[in-house]
């Protein structure tokens, strides 16, 4: 089992920046992989950026050159670096782990987009 516990979100105007946060209960070098994924209003769940325990990262396309993944091994904790933010990134995100065959997720943390 593995629990995970956002932080971060808000509200940002327009082409502002965010920092998420997403902190594991156990070592994040025992998990395979780590995600962000988002949900807005009546959308289905999205990928936005996903990194391997070997470093790999891979983004959606609406999010690439704005948004980066980084994970600190230390801190047993991942992060969603959102720069230029657009009313549309305004969504629900949540943490996600692939573990031991597995996937859990964190409660979501908002975030909202607007002047």
């Known amino acids: 089992q593995v629990q995970l516990v956002e932080s971060g979100g808000g509200l940002v105007q327009p082409g502002g920046s965010l920092r998420l946060s997403c902190t594991t209960s156990?070592?994040?070098?025992?998990?395979?992989?780590m995600a962000w994924y988002r949900q807005a209003p009546g959308n289905q769940r999205e990928l936005v950026a996903a990194i391997t325990r070997g470093g790999s990262s891979n983004y959606a396309d609406s999010v690439k050159g704005r948004f980066t993944i980084s994970r600190d091994n230390a801190k047993n904790t991942v992060y969603l670096q959102m720069n230029s933010l657009k009313p549309e990134d305004t969504a629900v995100y949540y943490c996600?782990?692939?573990?031991?065959?597995?996937?859990?997720w964190g409660q979501g943390t908002q975030v909202t987009v607007s002047s």
């Open positions: 996600n782990a692939d573990f031991s065959g597995s996937s859990h």
């Open positions: 156990r070592s994040i070098r025992s998990i395979y992989a």
